[in-house]
């Protein structure tokens, strides 16, 4: 062999090799073991119209008895009192749905009206001025307390009709696509009870899908705390913050995890707080009417006092607690992981944490669970796009909470829209993403940077969840 061709051959063989070299270092997407059991063990397999409704798998059998009664209670018309039915009368006077299911159609998602004064759509409006009570809440409007009940028993003239307007806004993406969103403002007509303060602040309120309480409900408060970075220590523009909230019945102060801004600290507290708001049904944790100050709502026939027993309380927040949440599809299509792969390229993650432990709870099946709500519970500065200017606790008016993202891809199918966001204002994935502000705005430019197909590939992941 020449010189020539000894360097031919050695030249031929680094090629070789070094194509070798990169052909080890290309790893294939591929998904985690398990990844498509959001819900763990607990999660279903069911993704017809009814995916939210059904209870985790591991319940046993007197728990699904409490589940059975739970869930009729949910779904059962609560009716003016006095009535022969007298576990279910005491509705109102002032009331936004007649029954749990009205905002949480098939126990998933509400959106805006499609109409002024359409009743039951499951968007509600928050009331409130920027002092605070004694625990730190909410004072409500003089006159109209702290939500606006749109409907009344026939014996009462209604509070109002919710008006809500729209703007048109642009966006456009890095390759020049231009996308419309809408932009809402929200109003009332017909007040029959005067006039609002002009110092209170309108929040609105949208109806969230009610699958994995119980299991967000089992994270353990440290795991939520080695989440917060309050004073953004690590330098990442990210900054989620626990809220800290009134417990009515241990009159303490604890840690927030469920609701729009994480102002209730528990599910028994969120289903008490819904009953007395949305459909005018007191209980021992909220005894009072949100009536307004012309009224004496005690003038008025009631169910008793309270109005919804402490045992049948108990048994809708089980309910809430125990739905399960459903798996997740496609997890192994190639399109799918590449989405995934943009996403966590996004830094979408820092906020919605894909994997989580959940802890000891009282309920054994959801404790010890490996779940994917791709969330973390905390509040974050989502910009004043998003604002409301509403504190609600230690919540500013531009903070939300990082709303868990399983189910996300079955609304449609469950409640027939795609609308997203506190409000519903955005109409489906790409208009909520291009939404976020704030500590959120380095992602926001990130999923407008990429191209087309990846903003194509990160949605239709979204879809799986």
């Not at 989620?240 to 609701?259: A, C, P």
């Not at 989502?382 to 504190?391: T, V």
Request: glycine share 10%; with cysteine; proline share 5%.
């Amino acid at each position: 062999m020449n010189r020539f061709s000894l360097i031919y051959v050695v030249v031929i063989n680094i090629l070789l090799l070094s194509s070798c070299s990169k052909d080890e270092v290309i790893v294939p997407l591929m998904a985690e073991e398990g990844e498509e059991l959001s819900g763990g063990t607990t999660t279903s397999t069911n993704f017809s119209a009814e995916a939210f409704g059904f209870a985790s798998p591991d319940l046993t059998f007197d728990e699904r008895v409490t589940f059975g009664v739970g869930n009729s209670l949910f779904n059962q018309s609560w009716v003016t009192a006095p009535a022969s039915t007298t576990a279910r009368d005491g509705l109102g006077p002032f009331f936004n749905a007649r029954n749990c299911s009205g905002c949480h159609f098939k126990d998933g998602r509400g959106r805006p009206p499609a109409f002024d004064g359409e009743f039951s759509h499951g968007l509600l409006i928050r009331l409130g001025l920027l002092e605070t009570d004694a625990n730190g809440g909410n004072i409500g409007d003089p006159v109209y307390g702290t939500q606006f009940q749109d409907n009344s028993i026939l014996s009462v003239d209604n509070e109002g009709t919710l008006i809500v307007t729209y703007t048109p806004l642009t966006e456009t993406y890095d390759d020049g696509t231009q996308v419309s969103l809408q932009d809402p403002e929200y109003s009332f007509t017909g007040l029959g009870f005067g006039e609002l303060n002009s110092l209170t602040r309108l929040s609105p309120r949208v109806a969230n899908q009610m699958i994995g309480l119980g299991l967000l409900d089992a994270i353990p408060d440290a795991t939520l705390l080695s989440y917060s970075d309050p004073n953004d220590a690590d330098d990442d523009g990210i900054s989620g913050r626990i809220n800290t909230v009134y417990d009515v019945e241990s009159n303490t102060m604890e840690i927030g995890r469920f609701g729009w801004k994480a102002n209730q600290p528990n599910i028994k507290q969120q289903v008490a707080a819904a009953f007395a708001g949305d459909l005018g049904i007191t209980s021992s944790l909220f005894p009072d009417e949100n009536c307004p100050t012309p009224l004496d709502c005690d003038d008025y026939p009631n169910g008793g006092t309270p109005e919804i027993e402490d045992d049948n309380l108990e048994k809708v927040a089980f309910y809430a607690a125990s739905l399960s949440v459903p798996a997740r599809r496609d997890v192994d299509d190639e399109d799918v992981l590449e989405g995934k792969s943009l996403f966590e390229s996004a830094e979408c993650i820092k906020c919605h944490i894909p994997k989580i432990e959940t802890g000891s709870y009282e309920i054994t099946a959801l404790a010890n669970q490996t779940i994917r709500p791709y969330t973390d519970l905390l509040l974050h500065d989502m910009g004043d796009g998003l604002a409301d200017g509403l504190p609600d606790f230690d919540a500013n008016g531009n903070e939300w909470r990082t709303p868990p993202l399983w189910g996300i891809g079955l609304i449609e199918t469950v409640n027939g829209h795609t609308n997203l966001l506190h409000d519903g204002r955005a109409r489906n994935i790409e208009e909520a993403i291009l939404w976020h502000g704030g500590e959120a705005q380095a992602s926001k430019e990130n999923f407008k940077s990429f191209s087309a197909e990846e903003r194509s590939k990160l949605i239709q992941f979204l879809n799986t969840l």
